[in-house]
T-cell receptor
Framework: GAGVSQSPSNKVTEKGKDVELRCDPI?????LYWYRQSLGQGLEFLIY????????KSGLPSDRFSAERTGGSVSTLTIQRTQQEDSAVYLC???FGTGTFEQYFGPGTRLTVT | AQSVTQPDIHITVSEGASLELRCNYS??????LFWYVQSPGQGLQLLLK??????LVQGIKGFEAEFKRSQSSFNLRKPSVHWSDAAEYFC????????????FGKGTTLSVRS
């Protein structure tokens, strides 16, 4: 079956612009996660959605970052007024949620802020 | 707070040789432990996981890992490495409730010499 998909695969943007990154989870998965992978910081958790519950935003680095999940499926991560330190690979993962921790990761979106 | 340490940043082994990648975790309760592999340009793939029960777990691609509570370790092993195993390996710990974020180690890059 189809795995987690992310778009775009690469995004180059100018400092100060807003960007939107998209994630399509595996069908039937109720939990969705965003992580960031950068050279200096490794893999960092950003935000987590589970069903209709309020998202866990504890990993978002600043208020320039936000995410939403529409209809319990597709998610969009938005970064406003991008900075050079936002350059990283943004990974999305999904899982069946309660009862299992197995997270399936997408290929990521490489964001470069110039 | 939970944390994961992978002491080896980079390891090189000869094809056919055995492999052990180290992982130490810090977590107050029984941890949920994972090993993921990331090949260049690819997303993260789950190799194996430990939730409870038998402390020696088998995974895909001939990998196994052993949970040792007394040492707070979850080392990954493979008896005979193949050139295709060259990749970056991440150990991760999950919190006590299903569906919460994973805390990753910084990763170990494996090179295989022929």
């Amino acid at each position: 079956g189809a795995g987690v998909s992310q778009s775009p695969s690469n995004k180059v943007t100018e400092k100060g612009k807003d960007v939107e990154l998209r994630c399509d989870p595996i069908s039937g998965h109720t939990a969705l996660y965003w992580y960031r992978q950068s050279l200096g910081q490794g893999l960092e958790f950003l935000i987590y959605f589970q069903g209709n519950s309020a998202p866990d935003k504890s990993g978002l680095p600043s208020d320039r970052f936000s995410a939403e999940r529409t209809g319990g499926s597709v998610s969009t991560l938005t970064i406003q007024r991008t900075q050079q330190e936002d350059s990283a690979v943004y990974l999305c993962a999904s899982s069946f949620g309660t009862g299992t921790f197995e997270q399936y990761f997408g290929p990521g979106t490489r964001l470069t802020v110039t | 707070a939970q944390s994961v340490t992978q002491p080896d940043i980079h390891i090189t082994v000869s094809e056919g040789a055995s492999l052990e990648l180290r992982c130490n975790y810090s977590y107050g309760a029984t941890p949920y432990l994972f090993w993921y592999v990331q090949s260049p340009g690819q997303g993260l793939q789950l190799l194996l996981k430990y939730f409870s029960g038998d402390t020696l777990v088998q995974g895909i691609k001939g990998f196994e890992a052993e949970f040792k509570r007394s040492q707070s370790s979850f080392n990954l092993r493979k008896p005979s490495v193949h050139w295709s195993d060259a990749a970056e390996y991440f150990c991760a710990v999950g919190a006590g409730q299903a569906g919460t974020a994973l805390i990753f180690g910084k990763g170990t890059t494996l090179s295989v010499r022929s």
